[in-house]
C-alpha cells in the first residue's frame, strides 16, 4: 500500500490514526512537530502526508504545508486535519484557499475511522497508490 507521514502534536491522535490506517494496509510513521516533521522527510519521503494544524503555535502546520510546497516536497499531497473551524466557525475549502495554504485537502477533527479511509484513499488514487 502506501508509505503515510502522520503530524499532530496529540500522540493520542496520532496513534489512532495509525491504527485505522496501518489496518488498511498503510506504512505509517509519526511525527509530533514540524521539526519532527522535517527530520522525518528527510530520511524517507511518504506517499502522503497528514498535518495537523495547530502544533507548536495556531498556525504551524500552515506555515509548514507553504514551506514544503514552496520547496522540494510540491508534489506531495497534504491532508490538513484540524480543529480550528469547530472552535471558530472559520471552514476552510482546499480549492478556495489553495493560494493561501496549499494543501490537498481539509477534514475537521474529529475525524471518523470511516473519512480518514475515504479521504486518503481518495488522495492517493490521485497519485497513483
Given amino acids: 500500500m502506501a508509505n503515510i507521514l502522520i503530524v ?29 516533521c522535517r527530520d ?4 524517507q519521503t511518504p506517499d502522503l502526508l497528514i498535518l495537523d494544524v495547530m502544533m507548536e503555535t495556531p498556525d504551524a502546520g500552515f506555515q509548514l504545508s507553504y514551506e514544503l510546497v514552496q ?3 510540491k508534489d506531495l499531497p497534504i491532508l490538513m486535519v484540524t480543529g480550528v473551524g469547530q472552535a471558530t466557525g472559520f471552514k476552510f475549502d482546499p480549492k478556495r484557499d489553495e493560494d493561501f495554504i496549499p494543501v490537498a ?18 488522495l492517493l488514487k490521485k497519485v497513483g497508490k
Avoid at 489496518?23 to 509530533?32: K, L, N, P, Q, T
Fill in 8 to 36: 499532530d502534536d496529540d500522540a493520542e491522535i496520532r496513534e489512532a490514526m495509525r491504527i485505522i490506517l496501518e489496518a488498511e494496509g498503510h506504512d505509517v510513521r509519526e511525527a509530533g512537530g514540524t521539526q519532527a
Fill in 40 to 43: 522525518a522527510l528527510a530520511e
Fill in 71 to 73: 520547496g522540494d516536497y
Fill in 105 to 122: 485537502d481539509f477534514v475537521e477533527k474529529p475525524v471518523s475511522p470511516q473519512e480518514l479511509i475515504q479521504r486518503v484513499s481518495s
